[in-house]
């Protein structure tokens, strides 16, 4: 079988190799969230369906667009960067960020627990592509296993609030990240309307105990509840508030957000099938400019997609 072609440090060029296993990739995902309680506990989307997303290799490439297209907003050539992603999954954003896209991306992801069978899945990944066994490490957040100032971008998309201490991992990223590097985090917004791991409408700013009774009325497990860190605008305030003058915040997602309220514009990935269904209710009733209207004062754009420069 062809190897795939090694090109710069980090970068791998695609080859004809044949496909990965799918089904067993598959299955390894399913038992995963199965013995976890995720599926039915939380989501109600089906089994097959969250893995389908999670091994999607269309949405792995979405994701690097939407890096490429943030770090070209704020000035930066994600071709030309060196990158790492806190939380990596299956290791999909990695694997074809590299093999299909050419990029210089690492990542993390840690073993225990829940975490074991995508890391499992992440380095068959990784085996079959023929990639550096390193390209994804087995480690958390709060202890990034690289020196001071060797990323150009630190990219985290929907792990924050997973992880046990959001606050340690994002001074992890900093101090990771180049001086004028980019910190891209996206994470769900629980000051808004919407919670994408249930798949449910929600209250924002509901304190834990309070959003545990509420989860109960959908039927749902509320253990998960305890499981999350439930961040919102004000959250990053009191985190930027630690690091005075060190970075420069250069957007919040509003934009994003705004845009996808007024085309529906996002993909149907996991739950988000259902939230679509409700933007588009609040079209067909004449209430997106007064949704969009409050929405920007209370900042309810979700995920928050925090985007922000460390400073020289």
Request: hydrophobic share 45%; net charge negative; charged share 25%.
């Amino acid at each position: 079988m062809p190897e795939a072609a090694a090109g710069q440090e980090g970068r791998t060029v695609a080859s004809d190799r044949e496909k990965p296993d799918w089904e067993e990739l598959g299955r390894l995902l399913s038992r995963g969230y199965i013995d976890s309680g995720f599926i039915g506990g939380v989501t109600r989307v089906p089994v097959a369906d969250v893995v389908r997303d999670m091994l999607s290799e269309a949405r792995a490439d979405e994701q690097v667009a939407e890096l490429r297209r943030t770090a070209a907003a704020a000035g930066v050539d994600a071709d030309g960067a060196r990158i790492l992603e806190v939380g990596s999954g299956c290791g999909m954003t990695v694997v074809r960020g590299r093999t299909a896209h050419g990029l210089d991306i690492h990542g993390i992801e840690p073993s225990m627990g829940e975490y074991s069978s995508t890391l499992d899945v992440c380095r068959r990944l990784i085996d079959h592509y023929g990639l550096p066994a390193d390209a994804v490490r087995d480690a958390t957040g709060e202890a990034i296993p690289f020196a001071d100032a060797s990323f150009d971008i630190v990219y985290s998309s929907n792990v924050l609030e997973h992880v046990g201490d959001p606050a340690a991992v994002l001074d992890e990223a900093l101090r990771v990240l180049k001086p004028g590097g980019l910190l891209l985090v996206v994470v769900p917004n629980y000051g808004s309307w919407w919670e994408g791991h249930y798949g449910i409408l929600w209250l924002p700013r509901m304190p834990a105990g309070l959003a545990k009774l509420y989860v109960r009325l959908f039927g749902r497990d509320p253990a998960y509840v305890d499981t999350l860190n439930l961040i919102d605008r004000p959250w990053f305030d009191r985190w930027l508030g630690r690091h005075p003058g060190r970075l420069e915040v250069l957007d919040w997602g509003w934009g994003v957000f705004e845009q996808r309220l007024r085309t529906l514009g996002f993909g149907d990935w996991a739950a988000l099938s259902v939230a679509k269904r409700i933007v588009t209710f609040v079209h067909r009733s004449g209430l997106l400019e007064p949704a969009i209207w409050l929405a920007r004062r209370l900042h309810w754009e979700t995920p928050i997609i925090f985007v922000a420069r460390k400073k020289e």
